[in-house]
């Protein structure tokens, strides 16, 4: 990346708070960022003190990068902070997870009711071996049992790794066997689009392929019954759960962990290479997500969180297990497919349950503007009051659709910019003080300060709304030590150094652009390795998607810089047309000079093909490395991460096919 990202796109609406939500807001007095940023220690602090700790710390933060620690000498349980508070308290009786199967099955289930369950599951894993220390692997369907299964693993001093119920037996086992787990839950299946995803067979695959001799016990969930077929179960090694966990005594004690006790790992895949094994500890992890989901989510007594992602993704570790529960607020959870048995099921959900809080992803927004409006106007959304966007910048024109037509131009929007590195919230609006603009996740979260640096470590720093005059684009960088960053990989410092704090030393290197704008407002540009150099101009990929999928043909747009022999490299675009186009020459014609019109000359495609899917990882991040192999007619890199690899293959020969 060369000096400065140029910055192309230009968004001027802005939507402040509404007085009303103003006035009940967790979050309303601006002077929360000044305070956290001449003080951020402190800050952290005050939030630390909300959870509750068996022996106080003795110093806040010891930073010496890449060494960090939080609360040090300070003991917790996490299980405890999420459940037993509560169930103890005046919460016992208020539901804690409402549970929908994608069959229609629901469950709730009341934090007495989950103080009793985890309790049971942390008192089987007890006794299939699993001591403090030991890891566990985590293979489940998106089922209460899965949350669950992490807080027993909490509660008794274990790490918990979650790996993704879509993944395959090979990366099931790559990730147990580099964790060393001593213990696989999984289920005899789970329900998605209408089929049994087979998870006990696939385990079962993992160990006959890679052995994964760290592994003990098995424990099987029975989430399908007789439409999953037969399970085979190994003898010595695999447990049922109705076996083991129903016949365990209600009573548990919490481990009492230190504050920089392992309390999981989980594993990013990257867009190459083995996966990390990214480590979260227990009080400064804890203090995170508890501030964040206080303050980003609005969280109130009354509301019902419904945040989309799967516990497989450090989105439900921290917005759905951990930070909701720790406040004691009541979670949605559902197992299955959007598109299931209709494409208004989240509408329906959300209709049924009241959700008040919904928090999903900008593809998945894309997708819903796809099928079209007619599916959310079909429910009432009334319950709503707050939005939220993670996984990828969300495109303007995606933001005022969720906005207008999920929203009722009434709910603010929380563009949450974030990673499983740094365990909770980094750059998000406060939605009772921000105004938001569409496509920035605008500022910084107090206590948070980040840096935009160019090539040579230049450039300025920001805390929250302070204005600057500089409009400037560069390397998202953290600078001060934040409690819940992620303390490592798993068993790979070096690789952990390497990544994160060589490039600026002493400053945690995000690996994203940013932009920063006038008003002192970020705009996320997207991962560095995918912004191109056209003709001497750094163009983010993010800004021309931006364009595309302004045009009214155009669901979803990926871009990419191809090789060129006198601008160094031209604008190709990937696009699926929404329902009711067909591609044709004027159609590509008018797209090119959309884009061009919208953003300038300098952008305008010199490629636009038409596919009906684009290729993204099983989180829904557009992988962009297999388009660029594509379009330089290079044989496919590793397609193993890709939700469905027969996308890229079918693309590869469409593409070779219509360049001749
Ligand atoms: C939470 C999560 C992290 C990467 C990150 C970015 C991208 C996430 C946003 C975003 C722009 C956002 N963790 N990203 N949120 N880009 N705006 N609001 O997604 O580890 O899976 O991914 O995702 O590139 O570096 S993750």
């Known amino acids: 990346m060369s000096e400065t990202i140029e910055s192309l796109l230009h968004e001027a609406r802005s939507y402040p708070p509404s007085p009303e939500f103003v006035a009940q807001a967790n979050a309303n007095d601006p002077s929360i960022y000044d305070k956290a940023f001449h003080d951020p220690q402190g800050f952290w602090e005050s939030w630390a003190k909300t959870l509750h700790w068996f022996q106080p710390w003795n110093r806040v933060c010891h930073f010496e990068p890449p060494v960090v620690e939080w609360f040090v000498g300070g003991k917790l349980n996490a299980c405890y902070n999420c459940v037993d508070r509560h169930a103890e308290g005046d919460r016992a009786n208020k539901r804690a997870i409402v549970f929908e199967g994608e069959p229609g099955d629901v469950r709730e289930i009341t934090y007495a009711e989950l103080k009793v369950e985890v309790s049971k599951v942390a008192n089987a894993l007890k006794e299939l071996g699993v001591q403090k220390g030991d890891r566990v692997c985590i293979y489940l369907p998106m089922v209460p049992e ?26 099931l086992a790559e990730r147990a066997n580099d964790a060393e787990a001593k213990v696989i839950v999984t289920a005899d299946g789970g329900w998605r689009r209408g089929s049994v995803v087979p998870l006990k067979k696939i385990t079962d695959e993992a160990f006959e392929k890679h052995g994964c001799e760290t592994v003990e016990k098995v424990l099987v969930l029975n989430r399908v019954g007789e439409a999953g077929g037969d399970v085979n179960m190994v003898e010595g090694r695999d447990v049922h759960w109705s076996e083991i966990v129903t016949r365990q005594s209600e009573d548990c004690p919490c481990e009492v962990m230190d504050s920089e006790d392992l309390l999981f790992i989980l594993y990013t895949s990257g867009s190459t290479g083995k996966p990390k094994g990214i480590t979260h500890t227990t009080g400064g992890y804890l203090t995170g997500v508890t501030a964040t989901s206080k303050l980003v989510f609005d969280l ?63 593809t998945a927004i894309r997708t819903f503007m796809k099928w079209g409006a007619e ?23 995606a933001w005022i659709w969720y906005h207008t037509n999920i929203g009722a131009g009434k709910c603010p929007i929380v563009d949450t910019w974030w990673q499983t590195e740094t365990g909770a919230i980094m750059i ?8 938001t603009k569409p496509g920035s996740a605008t500022h910084p979260f107090p206590g948070v300060h980040i840096k935009v640096l160019d090539d040579h470590g230049n450039g300025v720093e920001i805390s929250g709304p302070h204005a600057t005059n500089m409009t400037r684009g560069g390397y998202l960088v953290i600078e001060q030590p934040w409690p819940s960053m992620t303390r490592g990989i798993y068993n790979d410092p070096d690789r952990y150094k390497k990544t994160y704090w060589s490039r600026f030393p002493k400053n945690y290197f995000a690996g994203d652009g940013v932009k920063l704008d006038n008003d002192g407002y970020l705009w996320l540009l997207g991962r560095v390795d995918d912004i191109m150099l056209v003709a001497g101009h750094n163009i983010s990929t993010m800004e021309v998607e931006s364009a595309l999928v302004d045009h009214p043909a155009i669901a979803e747009a990926a871009v990419i810089g191809k090789t060129h022999d006198i601008k160094g490299q031209a604008i190709a675009a990937f696009v699926s047309l929404r329902a009711g186009f067909t591609g044709s020459d004027a159609l590509i014609a008018e797209i090119k000079g959309h884009v061009g019109k919208k953003i300038g000359p300098i952008a305008r495609p ?18 962009r490395r297999l388009l660029r192999d594509i379009a330089e007619g290079r044989a496919l890199g590793d397609t193993s991460t890709l939700a469905d690899p027969t996308v890229v293959a079918s693309l590869k020969d469409r593409y070779e096919t219509s360049e001749g």
């Open 146 to 171: 899965l949350p669950i299964t992490m807080l027993a693993c909490a509660r008794i001093g274990a790490a918990h790794t979650v790996v993704f119920g879509g993944f395959s037996a090979d990366s």
């Open 300 to 362: 109130k007594e009354d509301d019902l969180h419904f945040c989309t992602a799967d516990c497989g993704w450090i989105t439900g570790h921290s917005y759905i297990t951990y930070g909701p529960l720790s406040n004691g607020a009541t979670v949605l959870i559902y197992e299955g497919a959007p598109d299931t048995p209709d494409k208004d099921r989240f509408w329906r959900i959300i209709e049924k349950h009241k959700a008040t809080i919904l928090y999903t992803a900008p």
């Open 375 to 397: 599916y959310p106007a079909r429910c009432d959304l009334s319950s709503l009051r707050l939005l939220g966007s993670v996984g990828e910048p969300i495109n303007p024109e």
């Open 428 to 435: 998000t609006p406060l939605p009772g003080i921000t105004a």
């Open 606 to 623: 010199d490629d636009v093909f038409i596919s009906a899917d684009l290729p993204k990882t099983r989180s829904g991040k557009i992988m």
